[in-house]
């Protein structure tokens, strides 16, 4: 994955939540990378999510049953209660096979925009 190859990089001389910038093939990717660092699950679909810079929010992934793919797996609520954050990567993570990018998660959780290299 290419968050992950990016992360793997910047983390080597940064500290959390610095700025990144990165060449990827042709594309520099500048981001400021967020890890989530706690999750606790609140009810139904929602997971309260604490990230490096102290933020912190509610995430409804019920949106997320609608996507399919992948995501058909959280109809299972059992399956979808048993995620867990990946220290190392600082992501949510369902079983080390599903996870969703922390940027994405950030900007629901706290209502701030996505990075700008997410949306163009």
């Known amino acids: 994955m290419l968050r992950r190859a990016l992360a793997d990089r910047c983390r080597n001389g940064l500290a ?3 700025l990144c910038a ?3 093939g042709k594309l520099t990717v500048l981001s ?3 890890d989530v660092v706690t999750a606790e699950y609140k009810d139904d679909y929602k997971i309260e999510l604490t990230f490096d810079d102290g933020a912190r929010g509610v ?3 019920a949106p997320y049953l609608q996507r399919g793919g992948v ?3 959280f109809r299972d609520i059992a399956f979808f ?3 867990r954050v990946d220290e190392e990567l600082g992501v949510l993570t369902w079983l080390d ?5 922390p940027e994405t998660l950030y900007a ?3 209502g701030s925009p996505l990075p700008k290299w997410m949306t163009t």
């Open 59 to 61: 995430v409804d992934f």
């Open 22 to 24: 990165d060449r990827v």
């Open 97 to 101: 096979e599903i996870d969703i990018a």
């Open 81 to 83: 209660r048993e995620f």
């Open 71 to 73: 995501f058909q797996r």
């Open 16 to 18: 959390r939540g610095q």
């Open 32 to 34: 400021m990378l967020r």
């Open 108 to 110: 629901q959780a706290t």
